[in-house]
């Protein structure tokens, strides 16, 4: 089956530890994408990657980071230094071709730190 | 002003109801438009892409209005699967295919 596959579901961590969620597609799409949806909030962006080894920041990037050393994965470590990391996180891919822009979104991680 | 806002809702309407949700969005260099379906604690999942000349798929009817700058969605004949969170989306190509989402609009269809 073809799919974006986030891991862990869940996930706990104490404050001033990183955390790296994991995001994996085999849609062979091109572009990836990190996204934040907090209570009440619309998704914000992280950060994205049109190409492998190319990355740019989103308009949320402060205390994040990324890396795309194959076109099927794209992790995303929340670092410390990110204020307030409880959040839902949503990974998402689009193929980016034929005029075809559309984004298909994992199932999310839910980390909470405390 | 938001770059994409929506009708604040909740909607509530019984079964068999027709509703219909708007969204205007700030930006006329926007290029591609969508809507999607959140479920509670889930992912969003794409419902329908937006054509500029309009687009049904069954019970759903997507229009657009490039001049105002307003996307709608309308449903004919609820059901209760339909209870969601909608989320108007607007998409920037020349921004890497970035998405702005609106906050959504939660519809409840009650028996």
């Known amino acids: 089956d073809g799919g974006i596959t986030q891991s862990p579901k869940y996930l706990f961590r104490k404050e001033g530890q990183n955390v790296t969620l994991s995001c994996e597609q085999n849609?062979?799409?091109?572009?990836m994408y990190w996204y934040r949806q907090d209570p009440g909030q619309g998704l914000r962006l992280i950060y994205y990657?049109?190409?492998?080894?190319?990355?740019q920041k989103g308009d949320i990037a402060e205390g994040y980071s990324v890396s795309r050393e194959k076109k099927e994965s794209f992790p995303l470590t929340v670092t410390s230094a990110q204020k307030n990391p409880t959040a839902f996180y949503l990974c998402?891919?689009?193929?980016?071709?034929?005029?075809?822009?559309?984004?298909?979104f994992g199932p999310g991680t839910r980390l909470t730190v405390t | 002003r938001k770059e994409v806002e929506q009708d604040p809702g909740p909607f509530n309407v019984p079964e068999g109801a027709t509703v219909a949700f708007n969204c205007t969005y700030s930006?006329?260099?926007?290029?591609?438009f969508f809507w999607y379906r959140q479920d509670c604690r889930k992912e969003p999942k794409l419902l329908m892409s937006?054509?500029?000349s309009g687009n049904e798929d069954g019970r759903f009817t997507a229009q657009l209005n490039r001049a105002s700058q307003y996307i709608s969605l309308l449903i004919r004949d609820s059901k209760l699967s339909d209870s969601a969170t909608y989320l108007c989306?607007?998409?920037?190509?020349?921004?890497?295919?970035?998405?702005?989402f609106g906050q959504g609009t939660e519809l409840s269809v009650k028996p």
């Open positions: 998402a891919s689009s193929p980016r071709q034929g005029g075809s822009y559309e984004q298909y």
């Open positions: 849609l062979n799409h091109d572009a």
């Open positions: 990657s049109q190409i492998v080894n190319d990355f």
């Open positions: 930006n006329s260099a926007s290029q591609s």
């Open positions: 937006v054509y500029s």
């Open positions: 989306v607007v998409n920037y190509w020349d921004q890497g295919g970035k998405l702005i």
